[in-house]
């Protein structure tokens, strides 16, 4: 159980296109979502907190405008990178807040990330 | 702020030989604190995690790690390594507040000498 999927796993664009990465969770529902970005050889960066219903928490220094997400249903998270530019090339990852195990807290479930390639 | 050390950037061991990846964190409360792995190009896989309780948790993959919150460390070892255990691994911190984000360490790549 508590299985997070992430559609397209690779995408490549053109620069100043809009591409969107969609986040799910497959056999719960989550009320949080978080979406992480990870440079080559890097660690993961968490860019925003994405809530059912509600606007997402960007973390500082990510642009709001650039990279929009939407979190329109308890299985459902996009991310969208608006006017991408080959700097925005990347591995996204999603996570999704769902049932604890052995201690009764919540617990983050991470998708495979999705490849992002800007030509 | 919450923050997590992984001082070793890049470990090479040999097979079989014993393995310990260190991680200090920084965070004002009782940390949740993570052990992830990540192999080339794919997602994360949670190998183990500490909540509460026995400080020292056992993980997959045989797998543990130490809570010592006098030096503030989650530290991580396998008594014998395995050639797949080859890759990028990562602690983390819990921050549970409303949020409940994860604070990821730089890592520490990990090399297996045949």
């Known amino acids: 159980g508590a299985v997070v999927s992430q559609h397209p796993s690779r995408v490549i664009c053109k620069s100043g296109t809009s591409v969107k990465i969609e986040c799910r969770s497959l056999d719960f529902q989550a009320t949080t979502m978080f979406w992480y970005r990870q440079f080559p050889k890097q660690s993961l960066m968490l860019m925003a907190t994405?809530?059912?219903?509600?606007?997402?928490?960007?973390e500082q220094g990510v642009e709001k405008d650039k990279f929009l997400i939407n979190h329109a249903s308890l299985t459902l998270s996009t991310l969208t990178v608006t006017s991408a530019h080959p700097e925005d090339s990347s591995f996204y990852i999603c996570?999704?807040?769902?049932?604890?195990?052995?201690?009764?807290?919540?617990?983050?479930?991470f998708g495979p990330g999705t490849r992002l390639t800007v030509t | 702020a919450q923050s997590v050390t992984q001082p070793d950037i890049h470990i090479t061991v040999s097979e079989g030989a014993s393995l310990e990846l260190r991680c200090n964190y920084s965070y004002g409360a009782t940390p949740y604190l993570f052990w992830y792995v990540q192999s080339p190009g794919q997602g994360l896989q949670l190998l183990l995690k500490?909540?509460?309780?026995?400080?020292l948790v056992q993980g997959i993959k045989g797998f543990e790690a130490e809570f010592k919150r006098s030096q503030s460390s989650f530290n991580l070892r396998k008594p014998s390594v395995h050639w797949s255990d080859a890759a990028e691994y990562f602690c983390a911190v819990g921050v549970y507040s409303s949020a409940s984000k994860i604070i990821f360490g730089s890592g520490t790549r990990l090399s297996i000498r045949p």
């Open positions: 996570s999704a807040r769902g049932p604890g195990t052995s201690g009764g807290r919540y617990e983050q479930y």
């Open positions: 994405s809530n059912e219903g509600s606007k997402a928490t960007y």
């Open positions: 500490y909540f509460s309780g026995d400080t």
